[in-house]
């Protein structure tokens, strides 16, 4: 049951990701914002000064690190990336369990999401869960196009990745996923943007993948 809940959770996601990503206006969501401190940004310091600490110290220039979900999650955000409104949010994520904390751009069409679940995991069970998720993917949407599904060690913690070219209403999404365990529960979070905009994105989202800090 544990495991049906999760996919059930995960397939939501990515159906969300897999609707019209057309451009829309975008308002920071205050209520939102206060769940997030923004962790210090790359600067250029003069050479005496201590070494930044990683991830931040060989960040693209287009990426920044942020500090989310009370301090225990510390990953690379696009600059700029704003909180997306709950009035978008709902729009985008019309399922009652849509992701707790949303990141997008000014137009709404490149978006980073988290969501803090219910569904209790242990870091070695991971590698259990991978294979019921990718399944239930494949029977859902059997027309993606698959580059890979596996279980990563990143800054210590075992982290479940799946990477898809999903059909939509008007265009392809690329989705970048990836799950782990925060608090004993599973933490999931989706990169995902236009299959227009893969070429420039997909750099960047496994940069973003690779900065992931869990507690």
Not at 32 to 51: F, I
Not at 88 to 116: C, V, W
Not at 146 to 171: C, M, S
């Amino acid at each position: 049951m544990k495991k049906l809940v999760s996919v059930a959770l995960l397939l939501s996601m990515l159906a969300v990701s897999a609707c019209s990503n057309k451009p829309a206006d975008t308002k920071p969501a205050e209520q939102n914002a206060a769940q997030t401190t923004e962790a210090a940004k790359p600067t250029e310091a003069p050479k005496t000064d201590a070494a930044t600490p990683a991830p931040t110290a060989t960040t693209s220039d287009k990426l920044e690190a942020k500090k989310v979900l009370n301090d225990k999650v510390e990953i690379l955000i696009p600059k700029g990336f704003t909180v997306m409104s709950e009035e978008m949010a709902k729009a985008k994520y019309p399922m009652d369990n849509r992701p707790s904390l949303i990141y997008t751009d000014e137009k709404g069409s490149i978006n980073i999401a988290f969501s803090h679940t219910e569904t209790p995991i242990q870091d070695s069970l991971l590698k259990d869960m991978k294979d019921p998720m990718k399944q239930a993917f494949s029977n859902m949407y059997q027309d993606a196009t698959w580059y890979r599904d596996e279980v990563i060690q990143i800054n210590g913690k075992n982290v479940g990745v799946f990477e898809l070219l999903t059909p939509a209403a008007d265009t392809k999404i690329y989705n970048l996923i990836f799950f782990t365990e925060l608090d004993g529960k599973m933490l999931m979070t989706t990169f995902n943007c236009t299959e227009a905009q893969m070429e420039e994105w997909k750099p960047l989202a496994q940069e973003i993948l690779m900065s992931y800090k869990v507690q």
